[in-house]
């Protein structure tokens, strides 16, 4: 018995002689509490990766379409040829999915509105679009096609989306399939080059967007800002 | 037992004879905490939000490039590292926006005092046919002392508009191939020392606004 009480008076003699220990756990806490946030991640938000570039582009009625004209909205951007078959891998499907998606989410108010870029110009003119937009079933309001001189497309496409592509002999176009999601202030938030089959990922991160467009005013700024500071994505 | 008791009391008055200095040094280790997560939190952590601007805190940084200059030698984004560049796209003969947004920049650099040798203001011309170097040179004296204006190609000019996010085209008034507007996008937008794109504002922000959010967001 002795000895026992003996050896807890020795410990909290120890605790009372190492105040560090006190104040390293007062230290411990806010630290926990800032690796809990960023493990945690309570707020999820989709990262911001750079400025999307500005473009002119002519859509299927043979009307410019701007990122201006699109600055408040929510874009869906794929990239494609209206004649993309095997092995071309065809986004358009995932579009559709989207299409559907985005018709029956409450966006709150924010529009959300999907752009196909066609890169090839020299045959994908205004009714081939038109022709290519009925066939998906697409709604105007909502899904644009469009596209623009090869020079520009190279720049806009190639220079702003950073997604590359060439054409054979044949005048097929050989790329990578690609999603990107931009958002009302002309951000480019997140490019999808993987997992395309499946639209969950991107009905995801739009509904955290929209959630993040809606509630990031005022005070709750800074914590979608920490909350941004603490998502792991690739810096360029 | 009373060996035990005896101890707890040697114990206590130890107790109470340390408390002070336990206090003092509890205070210092806390002042150091407090200062070195306030620095941490400055070099690490978020810029402060704007308050006007959009914020965009972009991981990619603007691609370098090098054009003409109003200093009269070409000039690289990467020639003022080190500050922060305030960039805006627009054109001398432009009748309205243009003047508003230079003039309201030239009085936020006044605001800032002391903070405005951190930033550049640079004025990039969306019309390079009709803007000389000359031109451009005059138009800025108008709107403050240290404005730098950029002169490119028309292919440069628009590989590097479409860079930030701006587009422009010509608005023909006449028939008359140098009688047009430009319409242009009306942002401005602020780069951090490496080159990415940190705040957007909108066009219609006060100078004291302007002023505000860049001291807010510079560190």
Known sequence: ?236 | MQTDAQSDLTLQTERKARRQPVWINGALIAAILIAGGWLLWNWLGPHPAPQYGVPVNAGKPIADFRLNSTLGHPVALSDFAGRYLVVYFGYTTCPDICPTTLADLGKAEKLLGKDAQRIQMLFITVDPERDSIERMRDYLAFFGPNFIGLRGSLQETEAIASQFGVVYQKQYHSASATDYLMDHSAAVIVLDPQRRPLVLFPYGVSAEQLAGDLKRVMR
């Open chain 1, 1 to 236: 018995m002795n000895t026992t009480s003996s050896r807890a008076t020795q410990k909290t003699l120890d605790l009372s002689k190492k105040p560090v220990l006190l104040w390293g756990a007062l230290l411990a806490v806010p630290l926990l509490a800032v690796i809990l946030f960023a493990v945690v991640q309570p707020i999820k938000v989709v990262p911001r990766i750079g400025l999307a570039p500005g473009f002119i582009f002519t859509d299927m009625y043979g009307r410019q379409l701007t990122n201006e004209d699109l600055r408040g909205q929510i874009v869906i951007y794929n990239f494609t040829t209206t004649s993309c078959e095997a092995p071309c891998i065809d986004t358009a499907p995932l579009m559709q999915e989207l299409q559907e998606f985005v018709k029956h989410l409450d966006t709150g108010g924010i529009p959300v509105t999907l752009v196909t870029i066609s890169l090839d110009p020299e045959r994908d003119t205004p009714e081939r679009l038109q022709a290519y937009a009925r066939k998906l079933n697409a709604d105007p309001t909502l899904w644009h096609f469009v596209t623009g001189s090869p020079e520009r497309l190279k720049q806009v496409v190639g220079g702003g989306f950073e997604l590359y592509y060439t054409q054979d002999e044949h005048g097929v176009f050989h790329f990578a399939p690609m999603l990107a999601i931009v958002d009302g202030n002309g951000i480019l938030r997140v490019r999808y080059k993987r997992g395309l089959e499946d639209a969950a990922i991107a009905e995801r991160d739009l509904r955290l967007m929209l959630e993040e467009a809606r509630n990031s005013s005022g005070a709750a700024g800074l914590v979608y800002e920490a909350a941004h500071l603490f998502l792991c994505y690739p810096t360029y």
